[in-house]
Nanobody
Framework: QVQLVESGGGLVQTGGSLRLSCAAS????????MGWYRQAPGKQRELVAA???????KYADSVKGRFTISRVNAENTVYLEMNSLEPADTAVYYC??????????????????WGKGTLVTVSS
């Protein structure tokens, strides 16, 4: 059974930084895409960033230049470095492995796995 465990969320002031981590355990295809999504109160879940196992990536326009996604394939781990945080970044951040992230990158993975989420709060 696949499990995704996120960590690194918390409370930070405007302009601050946080680093999110997501460790995947279980049997996962190492070629699967990985990514981060977020959902703010009253809004739909949206893509933040996605990365292929070869390093191809995609970012939401709102985070370009501020956030960096990376992954360690051998460890089935994906990271999201978030800098210059703004109150609009406040949301629950979810780790994704598979279909949703692969579609964002323009291809298709069959399975879709999600973490339980980690809360990021940016105070003004």
């Amino acid at each position: 059974q696949v499990q995704l465990v996120e960590s690194g969320g918390g409370l930070v002031q405007t302009g601050g930084s946080l680093r999110l981590s997501c460790a995947a355990s279980g049997t996962i295809n190492s070629f699967y895409a990985m990514g981060w999504y977020r959902q703010a109160p009253g809004k739909q879940r949206e893509l933040v960033a996605a990365i292929s196992n070869g390093g191809m990536n995609k970012y939401a326009d709102s985070v370009k230049g501020r956030f960096t996604i990376s992954r360690v394939n051998a460890e089935n781990t994906v990271y999201l470095e978030m800098n210059s945080l703004e109150p609009a970044d406040t949301a629950v951040y979810y780790c994704n492995v598979g279909r949703s992230s692969s579609r964002a990158l323009g291809y298709y993975n069959g399975m879709d796995y999600w973490g339980k989420g980690t809360l990021v709060t940016v105070s003004s």
